[in-house]
């Protein structure tokens, strides 16, 4: 029997609700996590979280040393990160995020796209998981060998991995030693092999050759360098989420010499992951609108032509009269043929909207199997990789 859709509305409220509960509340001192300070939440490595003020309280005030009080493993304050898969699970879950009824429409589901478009990837190959991969943040496939890169919140902060999902490479320690890597948000890998990481945690890119020497740190005053991919002249474009700034970093990967930083665009809004076609050379920015009003924490879709002329541009207010369900853009990337494709982490699955002269046209890709969606790449073959912070795994659709 059907169900209507505001038995559908009631069920969605309930499980937001119960992931409030569940999810969004420190079990040390029962308060909500908050994106400020104090109620931040905070990654052991353990791999129990709790907020900031909690880790502050528990650690010893001369050595810093706590322990977890979950699982009694040792640790310092210093070894502890930002739960990134609840921050941005925040961002969704603020009020203008939960999607309202549109007069004259029903609200739909991750199943109405189901039935309107049948599958056009279909699920693959599963690995990684809790344990193999800790709260990962990005994905890139190797041009050259087609191995996968993964950055996350491991020992070893990036992996490497065959596309039978064999793990043949590790490095990147934890730590604030000039090749060392705090806080990964994000890889690339260049087209002669070199993989390209920005951290965080000390604002700077950082270039490792394919067995995990280091070698090139890009340190320019960056504010917090945040999505990055690779162009088709070999050069990195790499997205400055709190300055708000799109560069460009030219290099001799090989040689370790850094050649030129360049500010390609301005003025964006908090932009986050950055795709570039390697046919034609345009580029796609998703932007995070954190301004309060009602666009307040929706995201917005920008493409940009190889000589940065601003080509289309949508939001999620666009793409909610097109799309059953208000989407929530957390990924994006280029088909082969030139389509934009993103992953949906609210409705938990990857759309295409069409090529950028086609805006918004939106098709579902994956609408099945998804719990948080947070990145994806294709491969050589065409397959699609998508990394799901929900389950801390890779998975692959073929066509």
Known sequence: MSITATEKAQIMTELVDQTENSLLECKVCFERYSPQKKRRPR?????????????SSLAHPRNFKLECPFCRRACRSSETSDCLPLLHLMEILSPSTI???VPGRTTGTGEDMAVAASHVLTFSLSFGGWGTLINPT?????PKSGCIAVAHDGKKRIKL???????????????????DIMYPTDVTVTLDGHI????????SVKVFDFNGRGKLV???????????DTMPQNDIVMTDSEAGILYRLTADFKKGELRAVKKMYCNLCNPRKVAVS??????????HLMAKGPSFGCTRVKVFSADMKLISQVDSFGLNLVFPSKPYASAVAFSKEGHVIVTDAYNQAVFGLGKPEEFPVCKPVITQGLSYPLALAYTANNSLVVLDGGDHSLKIYTA
């Open 218 to 228: 890009i340190s320019e005053s960056f504010s917090l360098p945040w999505g990055l």
């Open 161 to 179: 991995f065959s596309s039978n999902g064999s793990c043949v490479q590790q490095f990147g320690e934890r730590g604030e030693a000039g090749n």
């Open 196 to 203: 390209v990481v920005t951290d965080s945690g000390d604002r």
């Open 278 to 287: 390697q046919t034609s050379g345009a580029i796609t920015v998703i932007e």
């Open 99 to 101: 999607n309202a009824p």
């Open 138 to 142: 990005g994905i890139a496939v190797c």
């Open 43 to 55: 990654n052991l490595p353990c791999g129990h979280v709790m907020c900031l003020g909690c880790v």
